[in-house]
T-cell receptor
Framework: DTGVSQDPRHKITKRGQNVTFRCDPI?????LYWYRQTLGQGPEFLTY????????KSRLLSDRFSAERPKGSFSTLEIQRTEQGDSAMYLC?????????????FGSGTRLTVV | LAKTTQPISMDSYEGQEVNITCSHN???????ITWYQQFPSQGPRFIIQ???TKVTNEVASLFIPADRKSSTLSLPRVSLSDTAVYYC????????????FGTGTRLTVIP
């Protein structure tokens, strides 16, 4: 297993276009998370899945954002009608569920630039 | 939401031990303390996690006093490659919305 993979690594899009990012978690991990990070800030939580169920969504996740995790494997994050404020690094992470909690394994992210 | 407070930045010379302290005054009984490291253009990397007292792994040590309102990440004999941002988080692992990364501590290791 090569860790958490994200595709694409970079995406430049025009304002108003839709974009979709893909995340392939570590295969045995049942939890998957999406974060957004802007320059100089820490990652901000967007949403979280346990298997195929989306269990939490941040209030940051506007109606233009949607995430799916069909069959509890890979996940996609779609942003509709992109705005310049959506420019950021989008990070995916996965973990096992457990007590004590397991640490997250992050991917290298998808850097989105909206022009 | 158990937020944390860390120094914004720290400098250290190569070969020295670095201690980064994090305050988490409103930590809950079930919360664990976790530290991540992040290099530019990469996702954060898990370093260490603890609940109380001391935890040590091959990379770092984590010291947690009895009241658990703070914790200290200790990096022994840092090298230039340890230059990164270090985040302290607290949470109970039952969800993700209660994990707040904050702005972290930017550690710069000087030759």
């Amino acid at each position: 297993d090569t860790g958490v993979s994200q595709d694409p690594r970079h995406k430049i899009t025009k304002r108003g276009q839709n974009v979709t990012f893909r995340c392939d978690p570590i295969s045995e991990h049942n939890r998957l998370y999406w974060y957004r990070q802007t320059l100089g800030q820490g990652p901000e939580f967007l949403t979280y899945f346990q298997n195929e169920a989306q269990l939490e969504k941040s209030r940051l996740l506007s109606d233009r954002f949607s995430a799916e995790r069909p069959k509890g494997s890979f996940s996609t994050l779609e942003i509709q009608r992109t705005e310049q404020g959506d420019s950021a690094m989008y990070l995916c992470a996965s973990s096992l569920a457990g007590d004590p909690p397991y640490g997250y394994t992050f991917g290298s992210g998808t850097r989105l630039t909206v022009v | 939401l158990a937020k944390t407070t860390q120094p914004i930045s720290m400098d250290s010379y190569e070969g020295q031990e670095v201690n980064i302290t994090c305050s988490h005054n409103n930590i809950a009984t079930n919360d664990y303390i976790t530290w991540y490291q992040q290099f530019p253009s990469q996702g954060p990397r898990f370093i260490i996690q603890g609940y109380k007292t001391k935890v040590t792994n091959e990379v770092a040590s984590l010291f947690i006093p009895a009241d658990r309102k703070s914790s200290t990440l200790s990096l022994p004999r840092v090298s230039l490659s340890d230059t990164a941002v270090y985040y302290c988080l607290v949470g109970d692992g039952t969800g993700a919305n209660n994990l707040f990364f904050g702005t972290g501590t930017r550690l710069t290791v000087i030759p």
